[in-house]
């Protein structure tokens, strides 16, 4: 009876509704059954990656630093995908959200020159959005537009699909925004409505949390602005006490469906990974991976089973072969297998800098890892054209620039709309309205407002059968009441250093709110002064010194910025401030052996039974070779290979320094400088609390001041112990803090934790026993200061 259903509809969708198939030009997908088929007829499969980056504070996918965003796109077709899951996040909708996109270089794939052309020309998160849908439509690849979290990089720490600063109408409006932006882009085939809702309910009717519900309001919302795009809607976390992948808890759409307008519209999303991404139970259980397909079966498989759903699998992912003792690698392949030819997919992730799963990219952003496409590819599904027959009309895309958007009246604007396009190469032809009762024609024109106000300007783009608009707001201040702002800003390479020192300073980021020039003016604390945007000065005595940039308008209206400078002493051998000389300073140490290990300040590692420290110096091939110590304390002799991966070092710089870890020594473990004093070798603690002096002298050096803690002295604005950090950490700032906000990322830069407001404190204290091993950094957004401090969390 089933097949002869299936049948019916097929015929149906070739036949009954032919008419209206010949007349449609763009090829969306509709559901029947478990079946997904385009708007022929024809069965089709989503089979694709994902490529994340609009949902973090970047705005934009991860890569084009280094990666022209279009070439990327078609690596990605090659490899056969033909469909990209796109996350994004509400908070890049904000009209405040912008971003500054670099054209350069050459990129390695196409060799396209210089990469990211067209896309520097945007301001906009969504502009360049569009940029993405269009290549996209023009190259018949369909995009699965997902929403990732409310505020960037917010994932982690949204729990349904709303939050305090996104309401649930915003939620819904977004979507209609996006949903109707690119309701003539059948590239844009399925919207998934929000990313692993893992803290809502399904079916208890709970407003503030029912989230099949919200889905329904959601979906019917995009299906009444864009009737043809599909409502895709993951699962949750736990029904009825059943817990299973965030996402990927789909039991409760069985007795409580999602009921959409348009149930040919509905398809459900599950996510799954291997133990990299958490180690659970049942990939240690004596029948893995027999046992599987139970367990896939009762969370999401028994939609496909009963023909209650095509499945689509947003999310899965591995990293390493080897992972868990192949374990992760079995997972791969038996769940591959498993969804075979049945299921669309988006693979975790194209892009390599994910830290549970990587991505089909190595790590240079170019090259592939060709074992995971081994396994993927005898499942990727045929591409699904954007356009039947290919021989429609597709609608112009209206886009123009402004030399100023605001200025005194009487205020002449120009505008350029040579970057509005047309995907069929049609000619097009342009109207300006500029909101003051007048109009034009051109493709480039110049316009004056007289009168003070603002001005809606519209430019409608038309292909002499569809037509698109763009507008911008002109503002014509009095001149007698507008006064400019001028914001002054500074950067600098260095932050201090040892004397002498050089260091370059910019302004260019100092800012003025109309077009006049800037004039910079340069403080440098030490009795002399400079001028222009970008200078270097050098520092030639120790001292803490404050500079001080004034940036002025031609009116003489001013701002100021000042940072503060702090140049140490060379090493004179006498104390315990011990420098840092070049590296071209530091002589060769063939397997020095020393007997004695003074521990100078105060927190550092008891050292008292450590018998003989061995270290091997050679400049010549940039750092440190080797390093040891045994001991008869009862603690296993360390060794340590600067070459492997397990202690880093940087010794071919004007700061020679290291990072070790793994000693078996408490408070050993650690960042520091390293240094030379005579003969004697010197670590000197990156906290500023301690230094390690090995000698064979047997007294301790003669210092002539202890090291002072960090908070008295300008030396260390913020501190951060323990660190290594087990699970609670404690930071403290020099000062009170006053609005600040504090992030925690790991090492490719994803903010895995977040402190959005401190205010009348400098101690925050945080659990980070959620966070795996490993190099973590801290930063602090203090009013105009960022800083930045480095952890090891065991």
């Known amino acids: 009876m089933k097949q002869f259903i299936n049948y019916l509809v097929i015929l149906l969708l070739l036949f009954g509704n032919i008419s209206e198939v010949l007349g449609q030009q763009q090829n969306f997908l509709t559901t029947s059954g478990n079946k997904l088929y385009d708007s022929t007829g024809k069965e089709v499969r989503l089979t694709g990656v994902n490529w994340f980056g609009f949902e973090t504070q970047n705005y934009s996918p991860h890569g084009i630093w280094s990666r022209d965003m279009k070439s990327v796109l078609q690596q990605i077709k090659d490899l056969g995908f033909n469909t990209i899951r796109v996350p994004w996040c509400n908070e890049m909708l904000n009209p405040s959200a912008t971003i500054a996109i670099n054209s350069y270089g050459t990129d390695p794939y196409t060799g396209v020159s210089p990469m990211n052309e067209e896309e520097t020309t945007v301001s906009k998160p969504i502009e360049l959005l569009d940029i993405f849908v269009r290549w996209c439509q023009e190259n018949d690849m369909k995009i699965v537009l997902d929403n990732h979290s409310r505020a960037a990089d917010g994932f982690l720490n949204e729990a ?17 925004f996006i949903a109707d932006r690119y309701k003539d882009f059948s590239a844009v085939v399925a919207m998934d409505l929000n990313n692993e809702p893992h803290g809502s309910t399904w079916g208890d009717s709970n407003p503030a949390s029912d989230w099949n519900k919200a889905a329904e309001r959601c979906g019917n919302a995009v299906l009444a602005i864009n009737p043809n795009v599909l409502i895709i809607v993951e699962g949750v976390g736990e029904f009825e006490g059943n817990s299973y992948w965030w996402g990927g808890q789909l039991m409760g759409a069985k007795k409580y469906p999602v009921q959409l307008s348009n149930p040919s519209k509905l398809m459900y999303s599950a996510h799954e990974y291997g133990p990299e991404v958490s180690q659970q139970d049942w990939f240690t259980a004596s029948n893995f991976p027999q046992n599987m397909p139970g367990l896939w079966n009762d969370n999401f498989h028994y939609l496909y089973e009963e023909e209650i759903s095509p ?232 001292g803490s010194y404050v500079v001080v940039l004034t940036v002025a308008n031609t009116d003489g209206i001013s701002d100021t910025e000042s940072i503060t400078i702090v140049i140490t002493a060379p090493n004179n051998g006498g104390d315990c401030t011990f420098g840092a000389p070049l590296p071209n300073a530091l002589p060769t140490i063939p397997n020095t052996s020393y007997s004695n290990m003074y521990i100078l300040g105060s927190g550092g590692p008891d050292l008292s039974n450590v018998t003989d420290f061995t270290i091997n110096w050679d400049l010549q091939n940039s750092g440190l070779w080797q390093f040891s110590m045994n001991t008869n304390n009862g603690v296993p002799s360390w060794w340590n290979d600067l070459k492997s991966s397990i202690t880093s070092q940087n010794f071919d710089s004007t700061q020679p320094s290291v990072i070790l870890s793994g000693t078996g020594f408490p408070n050993l473990d650690g ?124």
């Open 160 to 176: 349904v699909w709303y939050t305090p600063e996104y309401s649930e109408e915003r939620w819904i409006n977004d979507w209609i």
């Open 671 to 794: 960042a520091y400088n390293a240094t030379v004093d005579g003969d004697n070798f010197v670590l000197v603690s990156k906290s500023g609390a301690f230094t390690i002096y090995f000698s064979n002298s047997s007294t301790a050096p003669n210092c002539e001041q202890q090291l002072k803690d960090p908070f008295t002295e300008y030396e260390v604005e913020v501190k951060a112990y323990p660190n290594p950090v087990s699970d609670k950490l404690t930071i403290r700032h020099a000062e009170v803090l006053k609005n600040a906000r504090l992030d925690i990322l790991d090492v490719s830069g994803k903010v895995v934790k977040r402190v959005p407001s401190i205010t009348d404190t400098n101690t925050v204290e945080l659990n980070l026993s959620e966070l795996k091993s490993g190099v973590y950094f801290i930063k602090i957004f203090n009013q105009k200061e960022t800083i930045t401090k480095q952890i090891i969390k065991q």
């Open 311 to 542: 499945l689509f699998l947003g999310e899965f992912g591995i990293k390493n072969q080897d992972a868990f003792g192949g374990i992760a690698y079995t997972w791969f392949t038996e769940f591959t297998d498993f969804m075979g030819d049945r299921y669309s997919w988006t693979f975790w992730s194209m892009n390599p800098n994910s830290g549970d799963t990587g991505g089909i990219l190595q790590d240079d952003w170019t090259n592939v890892n060709q074992w995971k496409l081994d396994v993927l590819t005898p499942h990727l599904a045929p591409f699904i054209p954007n356009v039947v027959g290919g021989t429609g009309n597709l609608p112009p895309t209206a886009r123009f620039t402004s030399n100023i958007t605001s200025g005194d009246a009487p205020l002449t604007v120009s505008f350029n709309a040579s970057t509005s396009s047309d995907p069929d190469g049609d000619n097009l032809t342009f109207s300006w309205n500029f909101g003051d009762g007048t109009t034009a024609t051109g493709e480039s024109i110049s316009h004056l407002f007289t009168d003070i106000g603002e001005y809606q300007v519209v430019l409608t783009v038309s292909d002499g059968t569809l037509s698109d608009t763009e507008t911008v707001l002109i503002t014509a201040n009095d001149a007698d009441t507008n006064i400019p702002v001028v914001s002054a800003n500074i950067s600098t390479d260095l932050t201090g250093g040892i004397a002498p020192t050089t260091i370059n300073f910019d302004a260019s980021g100092s800012t003025v709110s109309d077009a006049s020039t800037l004039t910079y003016s340069w403080d440098f604390g030490d009795g002399t002064a400079g001028s222009g945007m970008t200078i270097n000065h050098e520092f030639v005595t120790a």
